[in-house]
């Protein structure tokens, strides 16, 4: 980086407060400085880049399409230094630990686990996100992601929670009458897909299967995809974890499994975490021993 070509770290502050406030007055209390110095700082600003970045020709002072791009650039930069310090001084000690993961993990694993968390912990603000979605991971936002993968997260640190691997399932009435060798003998009958993935498709087309599904397909949120099996609604590529017990029953029928090594992982951004997380992380991990020691040898 050419930090010679920058402008000065003040003019810049100034204008992001300008931005953020609306007006020299408001941006100068906060920065706890007069309107003049605002004004004078954006000035230089201005000089310094060649642009006009406020406009103040009319009755209240609004931003240029220049100035408006710099404004963005500086809230995510100033907010993620802002975010850090506080990650790094313990600034956020108070802040609600906050985990995203899927919304298949939170409905059958977390959440039926969750009270002896918050028995030990009782003073921990919690925020689940359930999401299908990758979210991105920066101080003072997620703490930690419960991942499905391999563990290849570059950049971040990931630890194996339990391993499991991706079946294909289905309720014996469904595929009663259909004789089912192959993946594409399953494109006549209708799918069920946890609603944001594209978890059906991939399967198919990752086994060569290109035609079109006859029977159709039907995205549920994650927390129904199961009854949705249950009931006969479809075919649908799961967690082994989740249908374990349905398989063992005869509720459902593993069709597939797949022979890759998979599983759930802790994710966090590279560094130690913050007390409530590392707690957080400690229980998950208890939780699983726990899990896989009350387990049958054979299903």
Known sequence: MDWLSLPPLTALRAFAALAETGSASAAGAALNVSHAAISQQIKTLEGHMGLTLADRTGRSLTLTPEGRQLSEALTTGFGGIARTIDALTGADAGRAL???TTPSFAAHWLMPRLATFRQAHPEADLMLSP??????LEPGGIDIAIRYGNGDWPGLDAHL?????????????LVKDSEITQP????GLPWLQEFGTTEASDWLRQRGVTT???GGLTQVPGNLL???LRNGYGVAVTVFEWVRHDIAAGRLIELFRDE???????VSRKGPLRPRAKAFAAWLRREARNAARC?????
């Open 98 to 100: 906050q985990i995203s």
């Open 131 to 136: 999401t299908p979605q990758v979210v991105i």
């Open 161 to 173: 929670l339990f391993a499991s691997p991706l079946v294909t399932v289905a309720a014996p009435e």
């Open 184 to 187: 594409a003998d399953l494109t």
């Open 212 to 214: 079109d599904r006859e």
């Open 226 to 228: 199961l009854d949705g």
């Open 260 to 266: 890759e090594i998979a599983g759930y992982y802790i």
């Open 295 to 299: 387990l049958p040898e054979k299903e």
